[in-house]
């Protein structure tokens, strides 16, 4: 006796990817949480210090909060609209999948839909800002780049807001739009990947130069590897979000239903790159942090010499040295008082009344 659905093959497959990205999207948060809680504690104790980095430490502490708490609420939406498309409204025509496409536009789902976009532009944001930091430490003002990235940026923003219009109307999703033959959802991502990858080979190319004018400099090969290492090109350059996008994006536009998985799974995604470049950034790692703390070493290594902890301790004992070894010249020829323990070889010096006195 067979207890599956009396549903065809490609229903119960849609099912298996909307299930399958709620899973995902779990495992996302978790990770989102783990990061907060880092970015957290590091940039709590920054902003007890009022340096030069007191205003960005309070700025990146406000923006991970605002980030965890639109993670939190996407991760809660897409919840509670997973329930209620596979238990509550499990004998719905179709099945979970078709339940979760036409229901797409009701109020829990809303809740997913306005946290997915508004993270989407901070993190968009705070990439495009992060591109246009790493050019202009290069020396030159990157207005081709501002201009280009700004254009991109706002033409997502754009996107973003019919995109949400489109599935808060009734009976609209992603994949429809009810009333209308035009689906914003195709030009909303597509603005957004081309934007992140735009971003991400901008960044990457910029490193690569870095590393190339910068190898054989006086910070040296290893200070280098600090921004041109694998782990540190994909973290700086939001190679994930990019990543994320394409995964998405891709089956979406061949209208697979493996799109399904990877539409959620995108909602923490999209908040795991920049927790990331901002960890690096309260641990002193990042771009931004490096940059200042390279620039006072450069000028340091040019107006004076230096020495390693060994060096500079054995030219400490060398002048010590010589200052005894000067003493005990003067207190050899002070008088015939001298008198020297030739096996511990310590001077001693005969006192005068004043000693005395």
Same mark, same amino acid.
């Given at each position: 006796?067979?207890?599956?659905?009396?549903?065809?093959?490609?229903?119960?497959?849609?099912?298996?990817?909307?299930?399958a990205?709620?899973?995902m999207?779990? $495992?996302?948060y978790?990770?989102?949480?783990?990061?907060?809680?880092?970015?957290l504690q590091?940039?709590?104790?920054?902003?007890?210090v009022?340096d030069?980095?007191y205003?960005r430490?309070?700025?990146?502490?406000?923006?991970?909060c605002?980030?965890?708490?639109?993670?939190?609420?996407?991760m809660?939406?897409i919840s509670?609209?997973?329930?209620?498309?596979?238990?509550?409204?499990?004998?719905f025509?179709?099945?979970?999948?078709?339940?979760?496409?036409?229901?797409?536009s009701?109020?829990?789902?809303?809740?997913?839909?306005?946290?997915?976009v508004?993270?989407?532009?901070?993190?968009?944001?705070?990439?495009?800002?992060?591109?246009?930091?790493?050019?202009?430490?290069?020396?030159?003002?990157?207005w !081709?780049i501002?201009?280009?990235l700004?254009?991109m940026?706002?033409?997502?923003?754009?996107?973003?807001?019919?995109?949400?219009?489109?599935i808060s109307? !009734?009976?609209s999703s !992603?994949?429809?739009?009810?009333?209308?033959?035009?689906?914003?959802?195709?030009?909303?991502?597509?603005?957004?990947?081309a934007?992140n990858i735009?971003?991400?080979?901008?960044i990457?190319?910029?490193?690569y130069?870095?590393?190339?004018?910068?190898?054989?400099?006086?910070?040296? !090969?290893?200070?280098?590897?600090?921004?041109?290492?694998?782990?540190?090109?994909i973290?700086?350059?939001?190679?994930i979000?990019?990543?994320?996008?394409?995964?998405f994006?891709?089956?979406?536009?061949?209208?697979?239903? $493996?799109?399904?998985v990877f539409?959620?799974?995108?909602?923490?995604?999209?908040l795991?790159?920049?927790?990331?470049?901002i960890?690096?950034?309260?641990?002193?790692n990042?771009w931004?942090?490096?940059a200042?703390?390279?620039t006072?070493?450069s000028?340091?290594? $040019?107006?004076s010499?230096?020495?390693?902890?060994i060096?500079?301790?054995?030219q400490?004992?060398r002048?010590e040295?010589l200052?005894?070894?000067d003493?005990?010249?003067v207190?050899?020829?002070?008088?015939?008082?001298?008198?020297i323990?030739?096996?511990?070889?310590v001077?001693?010096v005969p006192?005068t009344?004043?000693?005395?006195?």
């Amino acid at each position: 006796m067979s207890y599956t659905p009396d549903e065809s093959s490609a229903q119960l497959y849609a099912e298996k990817t909307w299930l399958a990205g709620s899973i995902m999207t779990g $495992v996302g948060y978790g990770v989102v949480l783990a990061l907060f809680w880092l970015c957290l504690q590091l940039l709590w104790r920054r902003t007890r210090v009022k340096d030069a980095d007191y205003a960005r430490n309070c700025f990146f502490l406000i923006y991970v909060c605002v980030m965890f708490t639109l993670g939190s609420l996407f991760m809660g939406s897409i919840s509670q609209f997973t329930q209620l498309a596979f238990i509550n409204d499990r004998n719905f025509p179709g099945g979970p999948s078709a339940w979760e496409v036409d229901m797409f536009s009701i109020n829990v789902d809303e809740i997913s839909n306005v946290s997915f976009v508004l993270a989407d532009w901070c993190a968009t944001a705070l990439m495009v800002w992060r591109c246009v930091i790493i050019y202009r430490d290069c020396g030159s003002c990157p207005w !081709p780049i501002i201009m280009m990235l700004g254009i991109m940026f706002l033409g997502s923003v754009v996107f973003g807001i019919l995109f949400l219009y489109q599935i808060s109307s !009734p009976l609209s999703s !992603p994949y429809s739009a009810a009333g209308t033959n035009v689906n914003f959802t195709l030009p909303y991502f597509f603005f957004e990947l081309a934007t992140n990858i735009t971003v991400t080979i901008l960044i990457v190319l910029r490193l690569y130069l870095y590393r190339v004018h910068n190898k054989q400099a006086l910070l040296g !090969p290893g200070h280098v590897a600090e921004h041109t290492s694998v782990e540190s090109v994909i973290v700086e350059s939001a190679a994930i979000y990019s990543t994320f996008s394409l995964l998405f994006l891709i089956p979406f536009a061949t209208k697979s239903p $493996v799109a399904n998985v990877f539409m959620q799974v995108l909602g923490e995604a999209q908040l795991i790159a920049p927790l990331l470049i901002i960890f690096r950034e309260a641990q002193g790692n990042g771009w931004i942090s490096s940059a200042v703390s390279s620039t006072s070493s450069s000028k340091t290594a $040019v107006q004076s010499p230096q020495y390693s902890d060994i060096e500079f301790t054995s030219q400490h004992m060398r002048n010590e040295g010589l200052k005894s070894t000067d003493y005990r010249d003067v207190s050899m020829t002070a008088g015939e008082d001298s008198n020297i323990d030739n096996d511990d070889n310590v001077v001693e010096v005969p006192r005068t009344e004043e000693d005395h006195i």
